[in-house]
């Protein structure tokens, strides 16, 4: 727990953070690697390219400052933090080595502001919180039987075109057992691309958990007016074929939707957020056929849909499916399952909201805009859950507006 010393220091810091918190990460990532330049290999290049790794940074130095004493609030974001850093490998030897440069670097920025005892306050607070995510992390490589950066050797046996974005490559481990999961987890991908910088990126499971292989399904980025080319997943597009050898991470992820039990469940997608919940329904057609289950998702147009086969497969088996899907480039509705424009609650099949839980994943704005108009329709807030892809993870600690909630990576 925080001391009554510290505290007041740490309050402060709100404001202040909120108004220089960009320009602390930056002095921080350029100072971080400029030491220790074999970090690049840790960090998202490609968010660090277009900001939005500094953006996340000042987000959570900010978050953790305004709910420093909201356990409920930080407690899933911790949890989330945890199992994106044990698929990365970090250590409790990398939190010494972040926590100075991010006190120096909140140092030289606030200047004459930055008093010994605020600093002290940081030093403080950095310290519980990083001994908070040691300790979570230590639980999931104890669990998942692993050493932190331990990897395994898994050999591509199928390419699967869903469409011309989006390829599902079959993982099939050598000389291994096929790792277990919970639909809705992810691994993270290894890649050394040609320039030598190693990278890793988490790709969500996109099939029911099996004995025999993993499949994940990947997005080709490509380079749009703010935002550069995805390298790692242009180069998966590129150089997995089948025959090819890939080191992935065991799965990890704390965006687990209940697949076991018979009770009602709405799974709402857009884009490629499609991916953990197509593994969600394809394990639920393995366990619970009769179950009640609402799948809507929204994509650009039907040439950008992924996963229809799936979709079909379920639909042919599962008399309580219902599935709807908007397509956002159309200008008239198909059927009664198939709606122009982007998603809309009041467009969905009726469900009774007291009961089934809601799971979301997709971009931001997509599922702020679900999430506000699910409130308003009358969900309670304790069933709705989502996964939050990248570092947009701690929107709702920014906004305020969740309590206890499940985000998508």
Not at 186 to 206: E, M
Request: with cysteine.
């Amino acid at each position: 727990m925080l001391s009554t010393t510290s505290r007041p220091y740490i309050d402060a810091s709100v404001p202040i953070l909120r108004m220089h918190g960009l320009a602390i990460t930056k002095v921080f990532y350029k100072a971080l690697f400029e030491e220790h330049p074999e970090l690049h290999h840790v960090f998202n290049a490609g968010n660090q390219a277009n900001g939005s790794q500094q953006q996340s940074l000042a987000s959570a130095v900010f978050a953790y400052a305004a709910n420093i004493d909201n356990q409920a609030a930080l407690a899933p974001v911790i949890s989330r933090i945890a199992h994106k850093h044990a698929s990365l490998g970090i250590t409790a030897e990398h939190y010494p080595i972040v926590g100075r440069h991010l006190l120096a670097s909140i140092k030289e920025v606030l200047g004459d502001s930055a008093t010994a005892p605020l600093i002290d306050a940081w030093a403080e607070a950095y310290g519980l919180l990083a001994q908070i995510l040691i300790e979570e992390e230590a639980k999931l490589y104890k669990a998942s039987c692993i050493k932190p950066g331990d990897l395994l050797n898994m050999q591509v046996v199928a390419v699967e075109k869903q469409n011309t974005e989006v390829a599902s490559f079959v993982l099939v481990p050598i000389n291994a057992e096929v790792p277990h999961f919970k639909p809705g987890q992810y691994i993270s991908v290894a890649v050394r691309l040609p320039n030598g910088l190693r990278q890793l990126r988490q790709y969500s499971l996109s099939d029911a958990p099996n004995s025999e292989y993993l499949r994940i399904s990947v997005k080709r980025e490509v380079a749009r007016a703010k935002t550069p080319a995805g390298m790692v997943s242009n180069w998966l597009h590129e150089n997995l074929t089948v025959g090819s050898v890939i080191a992935v991470s065991k799965p990890f992820g704390e965006f687990t939707p209940d697949t076991e039990s018979n009770d009602p469940i709405v799974l709402l997608s857009a884009g490629v957020g499609i991916t953990p919940m197509i593994s969600v329904l394809n394990r639920i057609a393995q366990v619970s056929l009769q179950r009640h289950v609402i799948f809507a998702h929204a994509a650009r147009n039907a040439n950008l849909h992924p996963h229809r086969s799936d979709m079909e497969k379920a639909l042919a088996g599962m008399p309580n499916l219902k599935n709807i899907t908007f397509y956002e480039d159309d200008s008239a509705d198909t059927d009664a399952t198939t709606l122009a424009g982007r998603m809309q609650v009041n467009k969905l099949p009726l469900w009774d909201m007291n009961k089934a839980k809601v799971y979301m994943c997709g971009p931001l704005p997509f599922m702020q805009t679900q999430w506000h108009d699910l409130l308003a329709s009358g969900v309670p807030i304790k069933h709705l859950h989502r996964e939050v892809f990248g570092p947009d993870m701690l929107d709702h600690l920014e906004r305020g507006d969740e309590t206890k909630v499940k985000l998508c990576e």
